[in-house]
């Protein structure tokens, strides 16, 4: 079982920039898919970013050229960075570990809220 724990949100003005980071509690290497999602209140949750064991990246298109998704094997972290932060970036913001149906990990989430 792995557990993951967000971290690094927080308040931040239109503009402005947040590192983002999920340490797993177990190994993530055998976990090929790590990526972020985020839920605003009164919507459905949706993804960020995502990144395979292999390193290839994909992005929601609301966040291309703005965020990047990054993981390293060795210190079981996955990060995202987040630059040009806008208010509609604002969400709970979740680490997801998927490897099938039966290991499906969530983070408790990590609130992002960009406001001036």
């Known amino acids: 079982q792995v557990q993951l724990v967000e971290s690094g949100g927080g308040l931040v003005q239109p503009g402005g920039s947040l590192r983002l980071s999920c340490a797993a509690s177990g190994s993530i290497f055998s976990i090929n898919n790590m990526g972020w999602y985020r839920q605003a209140p009164g919507k459905q949750r949706e993804l960020v970013a995502a990144?395979?064991?292999?390193?290839?990246?994909n992005y929601a298109d609301s966040v291309k050229g703005r965020c990047t998704i990054s993981r390293d094997n060795a210190k079981n972290t996955v990060y995202l960075q987040m630059s040009g932060l806008k208010p509609e970036d604002t969400a709970v913001y979740y680490c997801n570990g998927y490897i099938n149906k039966a290991y499906d990990y969530w983070g408790q989430g990590t609130q992002v809220t960009v406001s001036s």
């Open positions: 990144i395979t064991r292999g390193g290839y990246t």
